[in-house]
Structure formats: C-alpha cells, structure tokens
C-alpha cells in the first residue's frame, strides 16, 4: 500500500539518515554505548566526548556557548523547566509572567498552574495574522515582571515574532526572557545574543532528530537562575538529573550541525514549494489563508475552507497526511485556540488545514498535493 504524502512537518519530522546513522553507533557493544557520567574507563570518556561535541553542536546553532545548554527530554520539558524554574527560584523577587495567549499548552499549561499558586499572569493578545501587539506587551511589562515567554515560530500558522526586539524591551526591565523555539530551530536563524534571551527552548524530533530529546539554553551571563524540577543527581549542574541518553544528544547534535549548515537552502527550496502549493489552490471557492505569508516560517500554509465540515475534508484528503490543527490538540474537537485568539471564527477554524513542509518533501509531493486537494474540495462542494 502507498503511503500517504507527509506534509505534517511541524507535528514531527523524520530522522535525516545521516543522523540515524550515528545514533545507531551509540547502542551496540561495539559502538560508543557507554554511561557519560562513568568516565574512570574508556567507554564513558568516549561517551561523554560525544556528548560533549553534540552540546558544542546545539549551541552554535543559537550563538551560545556550550556549559549554557542543558538536555531534557523534549521542548516540553525544556518549557516547564524554563518558566516554572525561573517563578519559583525567584518568587520572592518578583511574581508577574507574561506570555501569549497563542502558546503552546507546554508554556500555557504552565502558566495556568503558576496563576494557581498566586503568580500573576497575563496572556497578550494578538493581532489578526497573529503577531503580538508590542503596544500591549509595553503597556503590561512593569518592573515586577519575572519572566516573558514568548514562541519564535508559531506551530499552527507560523508566524514569526519579532524576537530581537522583545529581547531589548525586557531587559529595559530586567524581565527574564524564554523562547520556546522548538518550530524555529533550523528553520529561522537564532542568536541569543543579539535577541537578548535568557532562557530558550529546542526539541530535536522538530529538525530531524529523534524524538525524547531536547534541550534548554540558560544563560550564564548574567547568570539566569532555575529551581529544578527533579533531584536526583549532579548531572547537568544539578539542573536535570539523570544518565543522559548518549544516543539521542548525539542525533540531536548532528541534526543541529545540519540544519546549521543546510537551513538557508533548505528553507529557499520548502519556501518556493509552499508558495506553489498555494498558486495551485488558491482560487478555490470559499478558502481563506491564515499563514501571512510576509511574516511567516516558508513552511508553513495554514487554511480554511468556507461550508467544509473539517472531518468530512479530511476523510477526503487520505493520500496526503496533514493536520487538522498541532499534534498536540487535533484529538480534541474543540476550535484552536490560536485561530480563535486570531479572531477567525470557530466554523472556519474548525476546516482548516495546517500543512507544512520539510527537508524530504519533492516537487512531485507538492504537484499531486495541489490536485488532491482540489479535487476533494470540489468533489464536497459539488455533494
Ligand atoms: C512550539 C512547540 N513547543 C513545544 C512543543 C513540544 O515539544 P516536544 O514534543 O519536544 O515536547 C511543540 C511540539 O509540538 C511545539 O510545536
């Protein structure tokens, strides 16, 4: 049986084979199998070699230096060590978090149980293609404020906020300031440098690398403080506990050193197909786009049809594999809360499509793509 297209690149991408190849030298006895943290013999010295160089591999990617990047387990974690590490470390400084109301769950969800615990949070709102309103963020941030947590890359619609100049306005504040980059990283270049972040979150299966492993960037100068989540050790400066998984961190460092290399091609060419899958179905009746081209990761193509039962479409679109919404939220019926909090209302984004695309998608995905999906519309508009 023929699989479908896969056009679902934000929810996860596949390993790039030269990554796979080196996780799979990681495992067996023959190859550098060892615990990192054993390093009396030969084997954990190799092992902590390894991950040494995968760390000095992910922090080229964001202009950091490599003490600065802590493994975990995902963005996910990466998020909730970020902002409920920073609260509580510093919660008898100051107890106001900003953030936006088209996160993530793994930075709302956060956010949510923090306002339980008597944090003051506010959500910004956002503006019709789903950038921040910097007006709103200046008129909240105060001098009280711990921490703004704001994505890079959107995951439903791919807008890109203007990071740099968050970073300026928050440290005019001395506000702590995180990233979930989990959708950027590879896609659209990073500097914490020059963006002035203090605390970034990356998840290697998004830039192909394999799942269950991610990292977080702290910063060291000036030095950002966390409360960790576990005790259990004094891996990873006490930070996150626990034998760190050799074989993951080092397909996550090549897939950084990769998509550092590769990512300006890569996006000129994915760019180029995105804007002909739209040229093919743009003039179908009743569809609206909801990815600002002008301000949005060339991934991305996030529509709407007009009348279109979202199931019923997507019943009909079975040879290509795209998403109703994120990953993390299509099992449920309910609307997206990014398109909702964009103003588009809950019948439109309740048929909207979230397509994107990747490394290994081809000329000859994007061609039959764009027949398919115009077939299927007008087939269900005829019915
Ligand atoms: C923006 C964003 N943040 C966080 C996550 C969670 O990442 P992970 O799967 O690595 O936990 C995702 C994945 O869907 C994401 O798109």
């Known amino acids: 049986m023929q699989r479908p297209i896969y056009l679902d690149y934000a929810a996860t ?88 109301k088209t996160e993530h769950k793994a930075v709302l969800d956060v956010c949510y149980a923090l306002a339980e ?61 995180h990233v979930d980059a989990a959708q950027s990283a590879g896609r659209v270049a990073i500097d914490v440098e020059k963006m002035q972040i203090d605390l970034l979150s990356l998840s290697a299966h998004k830039m ?18 966390l409360q960790p989540l576990m005790y259990g050790g004094a891996h990873q400066q006490g930070l996150r506990p626990g034998t760190l998984a050799t074989h993951q961190i080092v397909g996550m460092g090549i897939a950084a050193r990769l998509a550092k290399t590769e990512m300006l091609q890569d996006m000129l060419r994915i760019t180029q197909l995105r804007n002909q899958l739209w040229v093919l179905i743009k003039n179908l009746p009743g569809l609206h786009v909801n990815t600002d081209f002008t301000h949005a990761a060339g991934n991305y193509l996030n529509i709407s049809f ?50 994107t695309l990747g490394r290994f998608t081809s000329q000859a995905d994007i061609d039959r793509a764009g027949a398919v999906i115009r077939t299927a519309c007008c087939d269900i508009i005829r019915s």
């Not at 192909?208 to 403080?225: F, H």
């Not at 079975?318 to 994120?326: D, K, L, N, P, Y």
């Open 13 to 100: 991408t596949p390993v790039d084979p030269r990554v796979a190849e080196k996780i799979t030298h990681c495992l067996t006895m023959d190859g550098n199998f060892g615990n990192p943290a054993s390093t009396t013999h030969i084997y954990g010295a190799m092992a902590l070699e390894a991950v040494e160089q995968a760390r000095l591999e992910v922090a080229d990617l964001i202009n950091a230096q490599s003490e600065e990047i802590i493994w975990t387990s995902g963005a996910t974690e990466a998020n909730n060590l970020a902002i409920q590490g920073a609260a509580h470390f510093y919660q008898h400084k100051k107890n106001h978090i900003i953030t936006v």
């Open 117 to 177: 615990q008597g944090f003051k949070v506010d959500y910004l709102s956002v503006q019709k293609n789903g950038l921040i309103d910097f007006d709103e963020l200046k008129s909240l941030i105060n001098n009280n404020t711990l921490l703004v947590s704001i994505m890079h890359v959107n995951n439903e619609i791919g807008i890109i906020q203007d990071i740099e100049k968050i970073g300026q306005l928050t440290k005019q504040h001395q506000a702590l300031f």
């Open 208 to 225: 192909y690398g394999p799942k269950g492993i991610g990292a977080l960037y702290v910063r060291k100068k000036p030095r950002v403080r």
């Open 306 to 355: 007009e009348n279109i039962d979202g199931e019923v479409l997507l019943q009909a679109l079975s040879e290509i594999a795209v998403s109703m919404g994120s990953a993390c939220t299509s099992a449920q019926q309910t609307p997206s809360h990014v398109l909702k909090a964009m103003g588009i209302s809950d019948q439109l984004a309740q048929s909207t499509l979230r397509i």
